[in-house]
């Protein structure tokens, strides 16, 4: 059974970094051939793709975020993380790590979900 | 491409038939067209993928249809479960964006 863990601080200073990372089990991040995402929820508000990483190590981002952004992988540890930059309180959301449903080839729709780590921007 | 929603809001009973509309501001192959369900304080659950093919332990009371910028999910049966938000989501971009969501509420 494989699932999805995000962790992160709860709380940053506007202008600094937010930092999450997601925890895999039951699957590979860096052998099993599946794009992993992340994707935001502002409060009261829709969900927001923000990028993915591939095994080979290969990312894309959206490209609303994409001068802020960096996802990075860590297969010793089985994790892949984000990095946002400049935070601001818009940035203030509901992160979920997530799979693609498509393996070899991203479908760009998600069938495994983590719980989601609550960032807030403030000072 | 942006998805737009409707209604809001759906104020329905258990028992009864819902359907939700998702319309897209251009036209999608119905291969990327997926619908979630979200309940509070949860992620977002994948529903139907490709338009209509349910995701695994589905029930079969939830479909979905359409083609093109209009496509639909239709809950058959309402089980008490079932009162929550629901997004669709277009896949053929490389970029994936969300419509605003439709709650149905009890």
Same mark, same amino acid.
């Given at each position: 059974?494989?699932?999805?863990?995000?962790?992160?601080?709860?709380?940053?200073?506007?202008?600094?970094?937010?930092?999450?990372?997601?925890? %895999?089990?039951?699957?590979?991040?860096?052998?099993?051939?599946?794009?992993?995402?992340?994707?935001?929820?502002?409060?009261?508000?829709?969900?927001?793709?923000?990028?993915?990483?591939?095994?080979?190590?290969?990312?894309?981002?959206?490209?609303?975020?994409?001068?802020?952004?960096?996802?990075?992988?860590?297969?010793?540890?089985?994790?892949?993380?984000?990095?946002?930059?400049? %935070?601001?309180?818009?940035?203030?959301?509901?992160?979920?790590?997530?799979?693609?449903?498509?393996?070899?080839?991203?479908?760009?729709?998600?069938?495994?979900?983590?719980?989601?780590?609550?960032?807030?921007?403030?000072? | 491409?942006?998805?737009?929603? @409707?209604?809001?809001?759906?104020?329905?009973?258990?028992?009864?038939?819902?359907?939700?509309?998702?319309?897209?501001?251009?036209?999608?192959?119905?291969?990327?067209?997926?619908?979630?369900?979200?309940?509070?304080?949860?992620?977002?659950?994948?529903?139907?993928?490709?338009?209509?093919?349910?995701?695994?332990?589905?029930?079969?009371?939830?479909?979905?249809?359409?083609?093109?910028?209009?496509?639909?999910?239709?809950?058959?049966?309402?089980?008490?479960?079932?009162?929550?938000?629901?997004?669709?989501?277009?896949?053929?971009? @490389?970029?994936? @964006?969300?419509?605003?969501?439709?709650?149905?509420?009890?």
């Amino acid at each position: 059974q494989v699932r999805l863990q995000e962790s992160g601080p709860g709380l940053v200073k506007p202008s600094q970094t937010l930092s999450l990372t997601c925890t %895999v089990s039951g699957d590979s991040v860096s052998t099993g051939g599946y794009y992993w995402n992340w994707i935001r929820q502002r409060p009261g508000k829709g969900l927001e793709w923000i990028g993915y990483i591939y095994n080979t190590g290969a990312t894309h981002y959206n490209p609303s975020l994409k001068s802020r952004i960096s996802i990075s992988s860590d297969p010793s540890a089985n994790q892949f993380s984000l990095r946002l930059t400049s %935070v601001t309180a818009a940035d203030t959301a509901v992160y979920y790590c997530a799979r693609d449903l498509g393996r070899y080839s991203p479908k760009r729709c998600f069938d495994l979900w983590g719980r989601g780590s609550l960032v807030t921007v403030s000072s | 491409i942006v998805l737009t929603q @409707s209604p809001d809001t759906l104020s329905l009973s258990p028992g009864e038939r819902a359907t939700l509309s998702c319309r897209a501001s251009q036209s999608v192959s119905s291969t990327y067209l997926a619908w979630y369900q979200q309940k509070a304080g949860q992620a977002p659950r994948l529903l139907i993928y490709s338009a209509s093919r349910r995701a695994p332990g589905i029930p079969d009371r939830f479909s979905g249809s359409g083609s093109g910028t209009d496509f639909t999910l239709t809950i058959s049966r309402l089980e008490p479960e079932d009162f929550a938000v629901y997004y669709c989501q277009q896949c053929v971009t @490389s970029s994936p @964006s969300f419509g605003g969501g439709t709650e149905v509420e009890l």
